[in-house]
């Protein structure tokens, strides 16, 4: 199994980004989708998720009108646009994967986000 990020980089603050993460190796169907960020001297951080048929999304309260997350089960694909974005924002950002029913999870390898002037 594999989870690829990308689409990750340098941005202003006000800017945008997408990131994308394609999985591999799983019914990706079965699974829902987070993302996770982390900075080099803090804890991995939710951002949200969406179930495995992408009728709902959650986010925690930071990404609340700002981040988007949407799925593509037939590309096997998971996105994260994320928009007006704050030096704050700066973090690697990863996908995770969790069966719906079941046990097994996995997590990509992530990107970094850098958000500065």
């Known amino acids: 199994v594999q989870l690829v990020e990308s689409g990750g980089g340098l941005v202003q603050p006000g800017g945008s980004l997408r990131l994308s993460c394609v999985a591999s190796?799983?019914?990706?169907?079965?699974?829902?989708m987070n993302w996770y960020r982390q900075g080099s001297e803090t804890e991995r951080e939710w951002v949200g998720g969406i179930t495995n048929t992408g009728e709902r999304t959650n986010y925690a309260n930071f990404a609340k009108g700002r981040f988007t997350i949407s799925r593509d089960n037939a590309k096997n694909t998971v996105y994260l646009q994320m928009n007006n974005l704050k030096p704050e924002d700066t973090d690697v950002y990863y996908c995770?994967?969790?069966?719906?029913?079941?046990?097994?999870?996995?997590w990509g390898q992530g990107t970094q986000v850098t958000v500065s002037s």
């Open positions: 995770y994967a969790r069966e719906f029913i079941g046990q097994s999870y996995y």
């Open positions: 190796g799983l019914t990706f169907s079965n699974y829902g």
